[in-house]
């Protein structure tokens, strides 16, 4: 195998192995319980989003104060609005 090859072949490795690392960390997703979040009310550095559908948010009568609403189409565009040290919770039901 010439010298040109093993590169092509361990950059090709090099890039399989980080697409996977990086897709495994993104299915690492925390899950707070009821408590945990009534304990992070009001910390400046956790963002509540209310990614419930419109008419079931309308429907209901419990809502978290000071939740943002945000329909699920635009949940993609949320990772460069909020600054990378902030804590995100999805509320959903």
Partial sequence: MTMK???VLAVSLLMVS????????????QVM????LKSKLGNPD????????????????????????????DVEGLAGKYEKDKTLVFYCA
Avoid: M, P
């Avoid at 980080?18 to 997703?29: C, D, I, Q, Y």
């Fill in 18 to 29: 980080a697409f996977a690392l990086t897709a495994g960390a993104a299915n690492k997703v």
């Fill in 5 to 7: 090859r093993l590169w």
């Fill in 46 to 73: 956790v963002v509540v989003l209310d990614v419930r559908t419109g008419s079931d948010w309308r429907a209901s009568e419990s809502k978290i104060k000071g939740a943002v609403r945000v329909e699920k189409q």
């Fill in 33 to 36: 319980d009821q408590e945990t």
